[in-house]
């Protein structure tokens, strides 16, 4: 018999805050870089994995996407032998992508403009 372990599968601990805020730092601030439309969820929804659940919306296209993340600090992160996973739309090895945001008749483009970043 073989035993499969899934490493930083399970998070037991944390604070709904300290979720909350990796999600804002490390996904909600990233993604508005490209797309300033998507809004956060900001309601407490704890899973059974030790995560909370924050679901992403772009306000144009309507669609959302899931995000699943610890409530652990970095500090109490480096103190682990597995960092605990997070799950982006229920993939832990995936990232937000322009086509997640892509849903019936609307398509993605980059758009380039000079921003003035001078004093005045």
């Not at 037991?12 to 490209?34: C, D, P, V, Y």
């Not at 809004?39 to 659940?53: A, L, P, Q």
């Not at 398509?107 to 001078?118: F, I, L």
């Amino acid at each position: 018999m073989s035993i499969i372990i899934n490493p930083g599968s399970e998070v037991r601990k944390g604070s709904f805050k300290q979720a909350m805020e990796n999600a804002k730092t490390n996904w909600l601030n990233h993604i508005n870089k490209l797309f300033p439309e998507v809004v956060m969820s900001e309601e407490e929804n704890y899973d059974n994995d030790g995560r909370w659940r924050f679901n992403f919306t772009h306000t144009v296209t309507g669609k959302t996407c899931i995000l699943d993340i610890h409530g652990l600090t970095n500090e109490e992160c480096s103190k682990l032998i597995f960092q605990p996973k997070v799950y982006w739309n229920g993939s832990s090895c995936s990232s937000p992508e322009p086509d997640d945001w892509a849903v019936g008749n609307y398509e993605w483009k980059y758009t380039y403009y000079k921003v003035d970043h001078a004093d005045k």
